[in-house]
């Protein structure tokens, strides 16, 4: 498990951070923290002065046995223990004391985040552990702080991939993770939305997954963006059969159309046409909506007129520009 350092020697100008950072660090939530200092003693060697407490490298390291112990499947009480007094567990004794283990040990150590911020760790971690209420207010945290598009471009993205990757050198052991912060992800997003935006006239985007696809999470957190901006957005989620993908279109005209593809083999280039040509309103005042093709299944696709956003700040902006112009 890594660890956080600073400088050794504990002194007045050592970086001391709060129980919310230390918490984010470890990937619990704060609220665990705060029951581990109460209940076991395992809370800041040393106060500060005011009513917030401040942790040091040497606390942190504390804390981060405990995690580890813990995972191993050690009952909480006997994990401060040791984790106060700095002992390895005695396996032996660690098989006897739990039944079953838990199935989860590689806690942090075995994800490649590459450069993501820093609370990229602390979701991966509770992830991992299957932690729902650590990994919702690490989520909730994260884009509260960084905004949702930094938060989704540089803590959520980069944390989805180092799982995905888990998984695949894994065979199916991780699959469950993936799932479940998946599951999360979306739930955080409901929540920080605002509620649903009126319509206006030639304002509407709509968003949807291609027919065979079912990735649905970019597209969540797009019309969660556009809503925190104020565009209403029509949302259809996975495998949009062509006929009602069509149909929706001329019943709500949107300015803006999403097709998402995660898989070159389900972007049809074909319908991002057809909806592209579409026509609707009075003789001499016609619209055509504009078609984003969203997701890496549209690499290498040209379609004319169609627009290809790179990323999410860049498909926001694109539908500002249209809504917004």
Not at 237 to 266: C, D, I, N, Y
Request: proline share 7%; glycine share 10%.
């Amino acid at each position: 498990m890594d660890t956080y350092r600073v400088d050794d020697q504990d002194t007045d100008t050592q970086v001391r951070l709060t129980t919310g950072e230390v918490a984010r660090r470890l990937g619990v939530a704060p609220t665990t923290v705060r029951s581990w200092d109460r209940r076991y003693r395992l809370g800041p060697d040393a106060h500060t002065g005011g009513k917030h407490r401040r942790w040091t490298a040497a606390d942190v390291a504390r804390l981060e046995r405990m995690c580890a112990l813990t995972a191993t499947g050690l009952a909480p009480a006997e994990a401060a223990r040791l984790a106060l007094i700095g002992e390895r567990p005695d396996p032996a004794r660690t098989r006897r004391e739990t039944a079953p283990p838990r199935p989860v040990r590689d806690i942090g150590g075995g994800l490649q985040l590459g450069d993501s911020r820093q609370e990229a760790k602390g979701v991966a971690r509770a992830a991992l552990r299957l932690d729902a209420v650590a990994l919702d207010e690490l989520l909730a945290a994260a884009i509260e702080e960084h905004g949702l598009i930094d938060a989704w471009t540089e803590v959520v993205v980069p944390t989805l991939q180092a799982v995905g990757r888990k998984w695949e050198r894994s065979g199916e052991r991780y699959v469950e993770v993936e799932h479940f912060l998946s599951w999360h992800i979306s739930g955080v997003l409901r929540r920080v939305a605002p509620p649903t935006v009126a319509d206006r006239p030639g304002a509407v985007t709509l968003l949807a997954c291609v027919p065979g696809e079912n990735h649905t999470l970019p597209l969540e957190v797009l019309s969660a963006a556009l809503a925190q901006r104020g565009i209403p957005v029509r949302m259809f989620g996975g495998a949009v059969p062509v006929e009602s993908l069509v149909a929706a279109v001329r019943r709500t005209g949107p300015a803006a159309v999403g097709l998402w593809a995660q898989s070159r083999t389900t972007a049809s280039r074909p319908l991002a046409q057809h909806v592209a040509a579409m026509e609707w309103g009075v003789r001499g005042a016609r619209r055509k909506p504009v078609v984003m093709a969203l997701g890496p299944g549209w690499a290498g696709q040209t379609v004319a007129g169609l627009r290809r956003p790179t990323g999410l700040a860049e498909a926001v902006a694109a539908v500002e520009a249209l809504v917004h112009p």
